[in-house]
């Protein structure tokens, strides 16, 4: 096999809904700061109950369902994932067994919000090399659990969830060349800081300067790498950091007018590795992007790191 590709797409949210009105009651902001500043309306907080590795495991069952395959023809899992409080097993582990994977290889990925982009290009790689020849991709976070609720410059950002993919070898390349990398100049931009109940801390002008300074060029590259120019692409799918980004960077970037272009984060917030996954398939569930159209995904987090391709809609 020569490629692979995205075969088919699962996600999941918890059932709570926070507004911007029931933020506004726990620090000092509003609704009309947070949708200005950031253009996120509503974001879905977990249950304290609901872990991980439950919002993995419910985005990955569906993402399997959806592809026709029996768990046992999975031969790699893996969760992009930050906010995991198990280290060992990995959540990957715990998803395999619950879904009744019985012998993948199964390992975490932690790349801040690039997690699930960078985990795709390991699955593409592997199964391209023969490693495996079905794998699950699955970013998901619980941000709730390292937010600080009393600080009203992050906790307005952050939201929960998970996405999954279905990634199968093929005749075709339908998961482009990756286009990836790190500025450790700016390592400490985006963290998660304290040792025993660490939250989430970063310097916001510092990564918006950044980010829409660098990632018009990283698309460009991610474009060329898969033989396209972003006029060709029928969808843009980058990290749900903020509205405001996402209309800077794809502003710069030269679209078709019929490019469509993932907004979840007005409704999700910022879900880090969840968010492309998460957008990639609400985008796909309401059939906004043709079978087989090439959609961009990019993401950009902790690290600062980044990581995108060009796939095949699924
Ligand atoms: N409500 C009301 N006022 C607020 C709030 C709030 N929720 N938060 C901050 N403010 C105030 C600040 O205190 C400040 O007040 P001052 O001028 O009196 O000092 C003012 O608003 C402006 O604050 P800034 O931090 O300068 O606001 P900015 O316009 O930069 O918006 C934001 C902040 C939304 C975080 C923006 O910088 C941003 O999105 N940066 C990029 C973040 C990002 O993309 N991260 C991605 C990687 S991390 C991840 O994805 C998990």
Same mark, same amino acid.
């Given at each position: ?54 919002? #993995?495991?419910?985005? &990955? *069952?569906?993402?399997?369902? /959806?592809? !026709?395959?029996? =768990?046992?023809?999975?031969?790699? %899992? ?90 199968? #070898?093929?005749?075709? &390349? *339908?998961?482009g060349p990756? /286009?990836? !990398?790190?500025? =450790?100049?700016?390592?400490?931009? %985006? ?28 698309a460009r590259d991610a474009c060329a790498r898969a033989g396209l120019t972003p006029a060709d692409l029928a ?20 679209l078709s ?36 159209a090439p959609v961009l ?12 391709q060009v796939v095949a809609?699924?």
């Amino acid at each position: 096999m020569s490629g692979s590709r995205i075969t088919a797409l699962g996600h999941y949210q918890p059932a709570r809904v926070l507004t911007n009105d029931d933020l506004a009651g726990l620090v000092d902001t509003s609704d009309e700061w947070i949708r200005r500043r950031t253009g996120i309306a509503t974001r879905r907080i977990a249950a304290p109950d609901e872990s991980v590795t439950d919002l #993995a495991t419910a985005a &990955a *069952g569906k993402a399997l369902a /959806a592809s !026709g395959l029996q =768990p046992s023809d999975i031969g790699l %899992v893996t969760v992009a994932t930050c906010t995991a409080m198990d280290r060992c097993p990995s959540t990957a582990a715990q998803v395999a067994a619950r879904l009744g994977i019985p012998s993948a290889v199964a390992y975490d990925l932690n790349n801040g919000c690039a997690g699930f982009t960078t985990a795709l290009a390991g699955a593409d790689h592997a199964v391209r090399a023969g490693a495996a020849r079905h794998a699950l991709v699955i970013g998901a976070e619980k941000m709730s659990d390292v937010t600080d609720w009393s600080d009203r410059s992050t906790c307005v950002l952050l939201g929960d969830g998970a996405g999954a993919a279905v990634v199968s #070898a093929d005749e075709q &390349a *339908g998961i482009g060349p990756v /286009a990836w !990398g790190s500025d =450790p100049t700016r390592g400490n931009a %985006v963290r998660l800081q304290g040792d025993w109940h660490p939250h989430f801390a970063q310097e916001g002008q510092t990564v918006f300067r950044w980010v829409t300074a660098h990632l018009p060029e990283i698309a460009r590259d991610a474009c060329a790498r898969a033989g396209l120019t972003p006029a060709d692409l029928a969808g843009v799918v980058t990290h749900q950091a903020n509205l405001r980004i996402i209309e800077a960077v794809v502003r710069q970037l030269g679209l078709s007018e019929d490019t469509v272009i993932a907004t979840d984060v007005v409704d999700s917030g910022n879900t880090s590795a969840a968010s492309v996954p998460l957008a990639l398939s609400k985008l796909t569930e309401r059939r906004e992007v043709p079978a087989g159209a090439p959609v961009l995904l990019l993401a950009f987090g902790g690290g600062l790191s980044w990581a995108g391709q060009v796939v095949a809609c699924p």
